[in-house]
C-alpha cells in the first residue's frame, strides 16, 4: 500500500466527472488499498479517486464502528473513539433521498483546514459495488449520508466550497494556495 499525494484546489483535475469502473478487478482493490491509507494518513474521513488524480467512480470511507468504550453514541466527527469501519464504494448510485435536508459543518481534503455547513438530505438510499465487486443496496443516514453525498460530489467534479458563496469560496481556494505555497517554500 502507497500514501498518494492528495490533490488540493484550484487543481482543474478535481472539476472533471470521474468515469464507472468496467471490472472490480486486483487493480481496482490496488488502489482502494492505497485511497484508504491515504486517507488515514491525512487523516480524513472519506475520500474519492479523482482526489488522488484517478477519476473513477470509486470511494474509500471510514466512519468507525461504535466500541464498547462509546458504546452507541451517535457520529462523532473525528472517530477517535471508534474502531475502524472502512467502506469501500465502486460506481454508487443514489436511487433515492429524503427531501428533508440537515446542515452539518464539512471539510474536505482537497480543501484543507476550510470547513462550512452544506446542507444535504438526511437520508439516501444508495447502490454499489463493494471490495468484492459485490452489489449492496442500503439506506445511509447521520454522518453516512452527508459523507456520502460529499464523497459522490467528488465523482461529478463537484466541491463542497460550491455550495458556498462565491466570496467564501474564493477566500477558501485562496487560503489553501496561500498553505500550499508556504510547504512548497519550506
Ligand atoms: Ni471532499
Not at 93 to 108: F, W
Amino acid at each position: 500500500m502507497t500514501i498518494r499525494p492528495i490533490l488540493t484546489v484550484p487543481n482543474p483535475v478535481l472539476k472533471q466527472r470521474s468515469k464507472p469502473v468496467a471490472k472490480v478487478t486486483d487493480e481496482t482493490r490496488a488502489l482502494m488499498d492505497d485511497m484508504l491509507e491515504t486517507m488515514y494518513d491525512a487523516p480524513g474521513i472519506g475520500l474519492a479517486a479523482v482526489q488522488v488524480g484517478v477519476p473513477l467512480n470509486i470511494i474509500v470511507m471510514d466512519l468507525g464502528k461504535p466500541n464498547a468504550k462509546n458504546g452507541n453514541s451517535e457520529d462523532t466527527e473525528d472517530g477517535e473513539d471508534r474502531e475502524p469501519n472502512p467502506q469501500y464504494f465502486i460506481n454508487p448510485e443514489i436511487l433515492e433521498l429524503v427531501e428533508e435536508q440537515k446542515p452539518y459543518e464539512e471539510g474536505c481534503l482537497s480543501v484543507p483546514d476550510v470547513f462550512d455547513e452544506v446542507e444535504r438530505s438526511i437520508r439516501v438510499k444508495l447502490r454499489y459495488l463493494d471490495y468484492n465487486g459485490k452489489e449492496v443496496v442500503e439506506w445511509a443516514e447521520g454522518l453516512y449520508a452527508v459523507c456520502i453525498q460529499h464523497e459522490m460530489d467528488h465523482l461529478n467534479g463537484v466541491l463542497f466550497i460550491d455550495y458556498l458563496s462565491r466570496l467564501k469560496r474564493k477566500r477558501a481556494v485562496k487560503k489553501v494556495q496561500k498553505a500550499e505555497k508556504l510547504k512548497e517554500d519550506a
